[in-house]
């Protein structure tokens, strides 16, 4: 009796299972991302407007810029609302106000990954190189801010800069300029049926929120832990390998392709969460990330660009003054904080210095997520509401 050879399965055709396999969970893992922002949005919308309109004070208008964009989980989603409040026609939202909370918006984006880190917590190794992978960014927003809100307190530089650009491309979108991410339509549809279904057996709207967030934070976890195992396993694939060395090799690349990719998905949140798991499978290292969330926060500013030329009124100049503002201030930063090695090592020396804690306490992990993007500019927002404003 003759006796059966199985011949294994090819090289190629193993990696383009694991190549599917990653997309799949890539998509499922973009679904609970897609939902959190949902949930946080369904939550958060009156209480954001109604903080936009609260403060005057720049410290406290920082505050309510990272508060705001952690509720939504977008600053696309952020900076769009500051640009219409900017350019309403009862201008309730002052554009010197507006910077400060701009600002903020930069540094409240980065939760979204910071918080994606956090599936990697059981295991040392790769959530040191995850967590230091999504803080990074974190630092780098905090060096700008610290930079550049003295500065443009002082000189108005930012403000100053972009009035006269207004001047020179207003009227280009006088009929209005809207952009969809196609991803972000298919998300949509992707995700409508948890809406449906969450809708039909919850009414409150704060208990669907709740559900949203709690199922998308099941999808984002779950997701991410098989997604890392894949891409553990793919780094036997010379292709990827050879991929990650030429983003290494060319910062300017990098950067690029962080633009390129933000600009596409329309969320920065994406782009930089993207890389949180390859960090910690060890398939891209802190250095090559670094450039990429750089290059992510430029390509978010075209959503502000967008939504200021579909603005028309008295006030649409100022609309597309803050956001050319939100485009100064990350070209500035990038060109202050990336060229010198120097500076540079700053923010990728603190992300390390605070992954290794975060490793040795995982209590300071989460304390440091919650407790600076939600508890500290929650209790800053309250007592500048209900001592200043309503008083």
Known sequence: MLAISRRPPSKNLVRVGRLLAALALLF?????VKGLG?????????????????????????IVGILATTLVQSSSVTTAMIVGFVAAPENPLPLANAIPMIMGANIGTTV?????????????QEFKRAFSAATCHDFFNYIAVIILLPLELMTGYLRRSAEMLTSLVTGIGAKGVEYESPLSSVLELAFKPVNGAVSAVIGSPGGRAAA??????????VSLMLLVK?????LQSRVEIGLVNVLGKSGVLAIVVGIV?????????ITTSLLVPMAGAGIITLEQVFPITIGANIGTT?????????????????????????LLFNLTAS????????????PLGAARSLANLAVRSKKLAFAYVFGLFYVLPAIVAVIDYVFFVRS
Not at 321 to 326: E, K, W
């Open 28 to 32: 499922i893992f973009l679904m609970g």
């Open 38 to 62: 949902d949930g946080f949005k369904l939550l958060s919308k009156d209480l954001v407007q109604s903080f936009f309109r609260a403060t005057g004070n720049p410290f406290v208008g920082l």
């Open 112 to 124: 979204t990954n910071t918080l994606v880190s956090l599936a990697h917590i059981g295991r040392s």
């Open 212 to 221: 949203l967030i709690f199922i998308s934070g099941v999808l984002i976890f």
């Open 230 to 234: 894949v891409m553990r396993s793919m």
């Open 261 to 269: 990719v933000t600009i596409m998905v329309q969320s920065s949140s």
């Open 302 to 326: 075209v959503t502000a660009l967008l939504a200021s030329m579909a603005v028309t009124g008295p006030n649409a100049a100022a609309g597309v003054t803050i956001a050319l503002v939100h």
């Open 335 to 346: 060109a202050i904080i990336y060229p010198f090695p120097a500076i540079r090592r700053i």
